[in-house]
C-alpha cells in the first residue's frame, strides 16, 4: 500500500512538473502570436464578424472548462487554448481534449488532455483508423519532452501541409478531376465490404489517389472507367490536400497497405475466403502466406501472378470462380488492374472485386512500409521513392508539383 502512495505521489508531481512546463511554453508561445491574434481580432471586429466559438472541455477530472476557438480559423482555431494551458487546465501534450458532449476517452488514467495529441496527429494524415484507447495509451508509455516536441513539431508542419484555409464540411462523396469518390472512414469501408459479402451482392472497389487522378485528368474514357466502381475509395496525402483546399472533411485515408489486415481480420472472423491476383510470379502466394501468418483461421482461397497472356484471361477467371472466393484482390497497376477488373467482372463470381496495385509486394517484402514518422506527415510517397527510384521518379517527382499545379487550377476555375 506504501508503495503504491509513493508512485502516485511521484506520479502527480511528475504531472505537475509537466504543467509547469508547459506553461511557460505556452506563455511564450501566446507572447510570439499576441501581434498576429490583436490584429485578426480587430480586422474581424471592424467587419463585424464572430471572432470566437465557445465551447466546454472535460479536464483530467471531469469537470467543465470553459474554452475559446477561433471561429472561421481552420488551422490557428485552438491558439486560444494557450490560455487554457497557461492556467493549468490542459497540457501542451495529452489525449484528444474532448467537449462535454463527446464520452470521457480510454486508456486516459496518467495523462492531462491536450491542446496537441498523437491521436489527432495521426487523424490528420488520415491514420485514425488506429484506435483512440491505442495512441491513448502508446503516449502514455512513451511521453516525455522528446515525444512532446515531436508531436507538436509534426502536428504543426501536418497542418501546414495539409492547409486548405476553408472551413471543413461533413459531405458522402466528393469529386476531384471528374472522378466521383466516397468520403467513408476505414471501419465504413470495412464494413461495406462485410454487407457485400454477406448478402451476396456484387461491389467493385477502386482507390484514387494522386496518380490516379493525374492519369484521368485528360483521360476522359479512363475517368468514365474509374467511375463505374461501386466504391472509390480516398487514398493519400494528395486527396487530403485536394479536400481541404474545396472545404472538405475527409472521413479516412484508406490505403491497401492498411486495409489488408484489417480485412483479412474480418473476414477470417467471418471464415471468408480470399484470392490474390497479380505480381511477379511468387509476389501473392508470399503475400497470402504473410497474411496467413497473422490470421491463422484467414481462408485462402489461392494466388494468381499478373503476367499472363490476354488469351488465358478466361483461364484465370476460371479459377478464381472454381476457389469460391469471396474476396478478390487485384494488383496489377493502375489503369490495367480497372480496366481488366470492368472487363471480365460480370464473368467473376466473387461477390467484392478491390483493386489494389502494388499492395502484394509490401506483404511479400519485396518493398517496405515507410516509418510511422513519414505517415504521420503524410510523406509515405519520399521512402517509395527512396526504395524505387528508376520506377516511382515520374509518379513522384513530376506526378505530385503536377497534382497540385492542376488542383490550383481547378480552385480558381
Known sequence: MRHHTVYNKSLNAQLRCVKKTDRILAVAAALAFAPWLFAHTLFRLIKGKK?????????????????????????????????????????????????????????????????????????????DFIDEEACNLEYADKQGFKTDAAIIGKSLLAGLLYSGGKTLKDVDSFTIFGVNIANISMENALSVINKHVTHRHRATVFFANAHTLNLAYNNSELRSQLNQ??????????????????????????????????????LAQHGQRLFMLGGEDGIADAAMQAMLKQQPHLRSAGTQHGYFDKQHCQDIVDKINDSGADVLLVGMGQPLQEQWILAHREQLNSPVVIAVGGLFDFYAEKVSRAPLWLRELGMEWIWR????????????????????LRLRQASQS
Not at 75 to 98: C, H, T
Not at 231 to 257: H, Q, V
Not at 393 to 403: A, D, M, S, V
Open 385 to 404: 521513392l527512396l526504395q524505387e527510384p528508376g520506377r516511382m521518379w515520374k509518379r513522384y517527382i513530376i506526378g505530385n508539383p503536377l497534382f497540385l
Open 229 to 266: 466502381a461501386d466504391y472509390m475509395l480516398p487514398d493519400g496525402s494528395g486527396i487530403e490536400m485536394a479536400c481541404r483546399r474545396n472545404g472538405i472533411r475527409r472521413k479516412g485515408n484508406i490505403n491497401g497497405t492498411d486495409m489488408l489486415p484489417l480485412l483479412c481480420e474480418q
Open 51 to 127: 471572432i470566437v466559438d465557445r465551447v466546454t472541455l472535460h479536464s483530467a477530472a471531469g469537470d467543465g472548462v470553459p474554452a475559446l476557438l477561433l471561429h472561421d480559423q481552420v488551422n490557428l482555431s485552438r491558439l486560444p487554448l494557450l490560455l487554457n494551458v497557461i492556467k493549468g487546465e490542459l497540457a501542451l501534450v495529452g489525449y484528444r481534449a474532448r467537449t462535454e458532449q463527446e464520452p470521457a476517452a480510454a486508456g486516459t488514467e496518467t495523462l492531462n488532455p491536450g491542446m496537441f495529441s498523437l491521436f489527432e496527429l495521426r487523424r490528420i494524415s488520415g491514420i
